[in-house]
Structures are given as structure tokens and as C-alpha cells.
């Protein structure tokens, strides 16, 4: 059904840091693992070890550099994957009903048995979000690794999709948006988390959270160092003045 | 966006087919007797049907093609599947009744033509709908494809019909009117392409990525050194190269050529010379569409 829900119990989703990924690309290995052997067909590969490899990944992490006008450039890694909007167009254009949200948590998925690969989705969806299957010719996305989150037969510690749980520097969290006291929404109010290209109408659920805010050798910082070194007292203090005295 | 040939050939022959069926059913006069209007018949239905068999060729599962009829409520392609075929089941009744009994039922044929153009509305929304593609996302999108459509089925319907005259002015002038009006409508369209960018919704490296308050945003690393299907589906970039010359050979081919044909076709032996004004016709919808595709560019692009 390809009607989008009125409303969904559940907004599941992810929040990303960027203030801390490394872009160490785990999250794109691990969530190609998980999804290969997971739901669906295995996300396919041609030419994996040829010249010009190409295959599916749900996960993909680009590299931006940011140039303020006053300040030497940064680095920003970036993470995308399906942002299970609330308003997804990729689902509305679907001509089979392969591609549905889910009423209860609001998950965006694609029922591969029913999908003919047209790939309207894919051009409907602003970020890049869906990939064509090389192999199996269905359209593959981020399943927000609903075989994992609900799955009774893992300990409960792995309820959380791949790409959360591998994440060595804990980028991305994984919790429900529609619960103003939980983790991601926290994270997202107190850190200032936006949508991306909210322009588009889409109103993704996943949220991003900037960058903080750098420090610039002319300004005192916000943030006080951890350890002023100090030498007023003890053995160290007496050591200090010695020496000073020494000249 | 990566011009696929199945896909263009299908927008133009169905538009081209569905124009012919519109032109029929509203009453073009035809050749009568069974064999007229079996070949009529094919010509239109048969334009129609082979662009749409062409464009399940770009599915993934084109098995599954008939499951693109359930979703009409909500997606334009489902909905272009859902007319065309009612459209095109109307107008074999119309044939089947038109050849044994020489009739030719109007009220059936408006609604085959109301279903013609239905059916390339439907097609032209599917790009329109995109908001993601501003090239495409604009009101002009439709017109141009009903004007194209409506212009090749009258060219068509000029070279298999009988008729000299169509409201009062004579068959050749009335196509070049047509003609005139789609390339109108065309270069507008075109003029707006150039300059749209993605100004429609303001988008840029910045907002796609939400750094852009930091900052001048660029990418300094791909997520991996080759292509993907997003790179080459959406990021295509080839058919740009050569856009000037397509669009003065989409003008000549499916413009100046059909016009200076029809101009002869008003003095000596119409139906060639219509012929040769269908066949150009046909060639230069072929660039046209070529670009529609190649020079669109897609919001995925700010990532790469
Ligand atoms: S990110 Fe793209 S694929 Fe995911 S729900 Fe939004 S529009 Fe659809
Ligand atoms: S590619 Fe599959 S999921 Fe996407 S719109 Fe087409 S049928 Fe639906
Ligand atoms: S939630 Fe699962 S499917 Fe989605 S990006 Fe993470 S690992 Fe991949």
C-alpha cells in the first residue's frame, strides 16, 4: 500500500553526530553484513574484485570539507542512509506497493517480492537513499535493520540496528522519535539536530547533529581546558618558587 | 538522469500512438472499409503498445509488470499503466465496431481520446511529480507532452486520414499550427531548464548536507572510488557534452523539417511527404527526449 500512514505510534529512527564520527566506515561494513545475510535478498556486488566494482550498500559515508571565511577549513564525515521520512515521496510514487511505511513504527520499507524495479523510488527520494539491487534488479534500502530491533533471538544488547552497534565512536543512536524523553529525541533537542534538505517537504525522521562549535587560537574558549596547571601548593609549589628564585 | 533508450522510445511512441488514437476517436476522417480500419487501427494501438511493452524493458522484473496497476491512488505511473490499458481496450471496441459495421461511434471516441490524453498526462506527471528533478517538476512538463503528442497524432492522422480540410483550414496547415505551438511550448520549457538549478527549492551542498551555516561546503571524498548506481543513475553526466547540438537537431528534425514537408504536402502528394514530416518528426522527438533526461539533474547530485 503505498498510501502513507496518517499517523504512526512509533517514529523509529536514527540521530547522527557528526560532531564525532571518524568516518571510519564500520557502520558501512557492518550494515552490508547484516543486510546480506538479513532481510531480503543479499545486497549484490558485480566486479567485487575487478576493476570497476560497484554493488548495493544502504550505508554510505561521504566526506565534506567546510570552509568558514574566517577560519581554516574542516573536516566533516558524513554518514546517509535512509532517513524513514514522515512524508516519503519514495513511497506515494510506487506503482506496486512494494514500497510502504509502516503504520506502527514508521519504518520505510520495500517488499522485494512485489518490487519490478522501476526505479521511480530511487528518483523520488532527494538523498540518495536507495540503491537497485545488481544482482537480484530490486530497489534495496536501509531496513532500519528491523531483524534485528524486534528480534527475540539475539541478546538483547544487539536489538539495535548494525550500523548503532558497531559504531566505535557512538555516532549513531538508534530510539523513537515520537517519545519526547527518549535518547535520540534528548540528543536531538539539546545538541540542536536538524533534517536534512528540509526544503524537500520530506520531513525525515533520522536527525543529524552538527558539528560543536571549534575552538580558533584567538578566542578564549567556551569550554575551559580540563587541566590548568597550577602551582600554588605542595611539594610542587615550594619546587616552582625555587627554581624561580633561582632566576 | 541517465537517458534510458527504452524509456525514451516509449514516451515518444505511446505519445505519438495515444496522439493518433486522440485524433481518431475525435473523428479525424479516415479511409472506410475493413482494411483502412484495421490499419488505422494498428497504427495507433500499435505506436501505443510498443512504446509501453519497450518501457517494462527497463524493469528490474518486468514479470512483474502487472503489479503496477494496484497502487493508482497515490502513484502517477500506476495510473498510467491503469488508463492506457482501459484506453487502449475502448478503442479496440471502437476498431472491432468501426471495421464490421462501418460505424464509428463518437461518444466511444471521445472517450478513447479523453483516455489518450489521460494517458500521456499520466506519463508526464510521473517526471513532473519529481520534486527532486526541478527540470522536470513544472506545469510546462505536461504541456510539452500533450503538445508533442497531440502535434505527432495529427501529423499521423494527416498521412493515413482523407481529410483536406479540418476546421476550414487545410490538413498541412493545421499540422504546422501544431507543430509550431509543441516547439513553443518546448523552448520555454527549455529557456526555464537553463536557469532553473535548483533554485526551486533553494537546495544546495548546504542544506543538503545542514553545514552550510558553517561555511563553504564541498566534497572532499566520494564513499567510494568508483561509481554506483546513484552515480550513474542520477549524477549522469555525458549527455550534457553534446546538448547545444542535440537541441538544434531535435528544432530541425522535429521542427523545420515536418513544417517544409507540410508545405509541400499542401501542393503535390501529401501522403509522402507526410510520411517523410512523421519519420523526421519521430527522429527529432527522439533528442528531444534524449535531453529531457540527459541535462535533467537530480537534488542527489549536491552529495556528489
Ligand atoms: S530518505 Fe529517501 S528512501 Fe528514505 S524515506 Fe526518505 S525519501 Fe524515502
Ligand atoms: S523500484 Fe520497486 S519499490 Fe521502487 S518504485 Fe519501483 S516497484 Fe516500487
Ligand atoms: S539501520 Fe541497519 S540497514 Fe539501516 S543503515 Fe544501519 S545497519 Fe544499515
Known sequence: MTLLPAQTNKKLGLVIDLDVCVGCHACVVNCKEWNTGGYGAPLGDVDAYGDNPSGAWLNRIHTFEVTPDDAPAQIVHFPKSCLHCEDAPCVTVCPTGASYKRSEDGIVLVDESMCIGCSLCAWACPYGAREMDPVENVMKKCTLCVDRIYNDNIPEIDRTPACVRTCPANARHFGDFADPNSNVSTMTRERGGYDLMPEMGTKPVNQYLPPRKKSRPEETTEIAPAFVPKAGEGLLGW??????KLG | ?????????????????????????????????????????????????????????????????????????SSWLSREGVIAIITLLLFAVYALIWMFTGQRIAPLGWAVAAGSLL????????????????????????????????ASGL??????????????????TIIVIALGIAWIIKSVWWRRADTIGFSQTGSNTGTATGLGHLGKVRLLEKPHSGENYLTHEMVHQIGRKHALKLRAIAYILGGIIPVIMCTFALFITPVFFLLIAAISMIIGLFAERWLFFAEAKHAVSLYY
Open chain 1, 239 to 244: 619546587l616552582d618558587r625555587a627554581l624561580e
Open chain 2, 1 to 73: 538522469m541517465h537517458p534510458a533508450i527504452s524509456v525514451i522510445f516509449f514516451t515518444v511512441t505511446s505519445g505519438a500512438g495515444f496522439g493518433l488514437m486522440t485524433m481518431i476517436g475525435l473523428g479525424f476522417p479516415m479511409h472506410n472499409g475493413i482494411v483502412a480500419a484495421f490499419l488505422s487501427y494498428l497504427l495507433g494501438g500499435g505506436l501505443a503498445v510498443a512504446g509501453l511493452l519497450s518501457s517494462t524493458f527497463h524493469l528490474g522484473h518486468p514479470e512483474r509488470a502487472w503489479r503496477a496497476l494496484s497502487q493508482w491512488r
Open chain 2, 119 to 150: 494517458t500521456v498526462y499520466a506519463t508526464s506527471m510521473i517526471y513532473a511529480q519529481l520534486k527532486t528533478v526541478p527540470n522536470w517538476h513544472s506545469k510546462l512538463t505536461p504541456f510539452c507532452y500533450l503538445a508533442f503528442s497531440i
Open chain 2, 155 to 172: 501529423l499521423l492522422a494527416g498521412m493515413i486520414g482523407k481529410a483536406t480540410l479540418i476546421l476550414g483550414l487545410p490538413t498541412p
